[in-house]
């Protein structure tokens, strides 16, 4: 077991001795601190040296890294080696930036979409509404949000996840059926949130349904079966994860919002990231510094959750997307052994947009009694640029993580500030389609990074078919069967949403 290794064994010693110690100390003691505890890669920088991390640590982590085989995993994962074991699939996600891909039907799917976005452009269509639900979703609505300043077109998009009617049907009384695109976005096309809008929206379109609903599915044949044109259906592969998915054609909302050029420079950034972690010794590979210092903060400094806050509205859904892009990669208890594990995994992921966190939790960060890390993101520019504003957007970024860091002694103790509060910060020049693919990249290497000294399957997701199945059993018992099957609990929230008591047997 992990836990028994020489590497996990150190830290823990060292841990206990580094808990002595109190980060401002370390500042202290070190003037180049944060020349020696940051990391600059391309035209982004990582400002690790809030963390409350030594040369030492970052060696004994390095050593975990090497105890867990991490530069021979890496390698297997651009492979394409089978690292989704139980699905016995690849994570080629990568290869879906890679410019010089030799899988031609990667080619032949870009080529479609740009197709589709040249046609859509010279339409007549005022508005596309996009059906789907977690990685089919929350991809495609951060990066058209985060790169709005980039969008060329005059189509009006719609997101629609939720199978909530008081959002699907006033969309639908102000829109209309004959200018407006149906994109479903569906790996599996079976998941009940996004057919069951589908189901709504196909009856709407009427006459024009069989024209305006696109499907982008790794399941075409499901996809036609429903009704979709099969010149209408945009595939991908098994091997592309749903919460990996938004550089495949799960990314035509992107492409048709700001464009194919920007589409392939968010790709592009996003394969920059990829060579640098293939190929950058571990103790200069951003993601796998990230990855580590994750897990010395979870696994050695008992912080179970990470709190990620971006200083930028147009950022704003980037914990919501960091959220199942780790928690539903790492939120698993059990080894590649078969064994439970002995140690936390997946750290809870929330947060924020910056400054307006300051005014919501971050209290509890400065004066509460658990300790949450922060991962702070921030530009130096923004695109409608006021150096006014800019400036108090990042001295609050750069206020809060040293706010965090240093504390503050008072006379009363209940104005004080314990201090001592890990955080990094990542910094760039502007959020460009670049940026926003190299960020996307970084959290999705660390999380591999994460996962493959967790020893656990950071590419399945078998937790979330228990509630699958549960929802089809209790649609059987709202139409009347199977009520005897069922708990008091539901049984009684069921009398209480029907209206009268369940017939049960
Ligand atoms: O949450 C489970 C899940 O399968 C995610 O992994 C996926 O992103 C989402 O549901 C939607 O799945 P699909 O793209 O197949 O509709």
Same mark, same amino acid.
């Given at each position: ?140 609505? =951060? ?25 699907? =049907? ?5 829109? &209309? ?38 499907? #982008? ?44 050029? &920007? ?11 990829? @060579? ?31 709190? #990620? ?6 950022? @704003? ?24 594990? &002995? ?47 800019? @400036? ?27 201090? &001592? ?61 199977n009520a005897q099957n069922v708990d008091s609990s539901t049984a009684g929230l ?12």
């Amino acid at each position: 077991m992990l836990t028994n290794s020489k590497a996990w064994r150190t830290l823990l010693q060292h841990q206990q001795y580094l808990a002595q110690s109190k980060l401002i100390d370390l500042f202290n003691a070190d003037s180049q601190r944060f020349a020696n505890f940051s990391l600059r890669f391309d035209d982004m920088l990582c400002d690790y040296s809030k963390q409350h991390v030594t040369a030492e640590t970052m060696n004994l982590l390095l050593d975990l890294a090497d105890e867990a085989n991490l530069t021979q995993a890496i390698a297997d994962l651009f492979a394409g080696a089978l690292v989704n074991k139980t699905e016995q699939r690849a994570a080629l996600h990568s290869e879906l930036r890679n410019p010089h891909t030799t899988r031609v039907e990667i080619k032949q799917t870009l080529e479609q979409m740009q197709d589709c976005v040249a046609a859509i452009k010279h339409s007549d269509y005022t508005d596309a509404i996009i059906l789907g639900i977690g990685g089919s979703d929350l991809g495609p609505r =951060l990066v058209c949000e985060a790169l709005a300043p980039y969008k060329t077109t005059d189509l009006t998009l719609h997101f629609v996840s939720n199978v909530d009617s008081d959002t699907l =049907l006033p969309l639908l009384q102000r829109l &209309n059926p004959a200018r407006t695109l149906c994109l479903i976005n569906s790996k599996t096309f079976t998941t009940i949130e996004t057919l069951t809008n589908a189901k709504i929206i196909r009856v709407w379109l009427g006459i024009h349904s069989s024209h305006n609903m696109w499907a #982008i599915t790794a399941n075409p044949g499901a996809a036609e079966a429903f009704g979709i044109n099969a010149s209408h259906v945009f595939t991908f592969w098994d091997w592309v994860g749903g919460r990996y998915s938004i550089w495949s054609a799960v990314g035509l909302p992107v492409a048709l919002t700001i464009g194919m050029e &920007n589409f392939k420079r968010l790709l592009h950034g996003a394969h920059m990231v990829d @060579q640098h972690f293939a190929t950058a010794p571990l103790a200069q590979n951003m993601p796998v510094l990230l990855g580590l210092l994750g897990i010395w903060n979870i696994n050695f400094r008992q912080h179970a959750t990470l709190c #990620i806050q971006p200083y930028a509205d147009g950022l @704003q859904l980037l914990p919501a997307y960091l959220q199942q892009l780790e928690m539903e990669s790492n939120g698993k208890s059990v080894a590649n052994s078969g064994e439970t594990v &002995n140690y936390q995994t997946a750290p809870v992921i929330w947060g924020g947009v910056g400054c307006n966190g300051q005014h919501a939790y971050m209290q509890m960060l400065h004066q509460g009694t658990q300790v949450v890390p922060v991962d702070f993101l921030v530009a130096r520019r923004a695109h409608a640029q006021n150096q006014e504003l800019q @400036q108090v957007l990042v001295a609050s970024c750069l206020g809060q993580s040293q706010a965090l860091m240093s504390g503050r002694t008072t006379k009363e103790s209940y104005k004080a500030c314990a201090g &001592n509060k890990p955080s990094t910060t990542i910094m760039f020049d502007i959020i460009t389609p670049e940026i926003i693919g190299k960020i996307i990249a970084l959290y999705e290497h660390k999380v591999y990074v994460q996962g493959v000294i967790w020893q656990i399957q950071s590419f399945d997701q078998w937790g979330v078919q228990l509630g699958k199945d549960l929802i089809k059993d209790i649609l059987q018992v709202m139409s009347g069967d199977n009520a005897q099957n069922v708990d008091s609990s539901t049984a009684g929230l069921l009398d209480f949403f029907l209206g009268c008591p369940l017939t049960t047997a």
